[in-house]
């Protein structure tokens, strides 16, 4: 029985494109008011306020961020390092390990936590600089090397670094 009331809705929808492109129109079975609206669907078109009562634009200041409420997705909110020398050993140890992995970039990563977590750490600056010598990155292991030699210019290695500083800068 449902074939039957298919096959009689296509008819009925046959007969009714027929008698409309009989009539001369373009073949649209829209509604008159839908002809003359701007939109397809039949509606009036969007309500615009007059020109008098829209509200005048002020000159934007830049926004201040302490004037905003916090963020309340902590995953991007910017990470705060405060002095902590447990975490900054356990990037250490991580940093060792990546290491001795032979994955440098991700040891060099875990190294310059570690000095952030406490920037005190010489053996952070130490790590972090062979990490960026064997990422054959010059002048960042310059620069952590110079600042383990100002963190420990007393250590045992000292001159073995300082043979490392001068081969790097020339």
Known sequence: ??????????IGMAAGWASAQS??????LKPAAAQDSPSPY??????K??????????????????ELPPEEDTS???????????QSQREVTAGNFYFNK???TAAASRYEEATKWNDGNAE??????????KKSNAKAAREAYQ?????APDAKNASEIKKRLAKLKG
């Open 23 to 28: 009539a001369g129109t373009s073949g649209d």
């Open 102 to 104: 032979g994955n440098y």
């Open 42 to 47: 039949g509606l009036p078109p969007p309500y």
């Open 49 to 66: 306020p007059p020109a008098e009562a829209a509200p005048e634009k002020k000159a934007e200041k830049p926004l201040d961020k302490s």
């Open 124 to 133: 952070a600056w130490m790590r972090l600089g062979e990490a960026q010598e």
């Open 76 to 86: 991007t909110a910017a990470k705060v390092y405060s002095f902590n020398p447990v």
């Open 147 to 151: 600042k383990y030699l100002e963190l």
């Open 1 to 10: 029985m449902s074939r039957w009331l298919i096959a009689l809705g296509l």
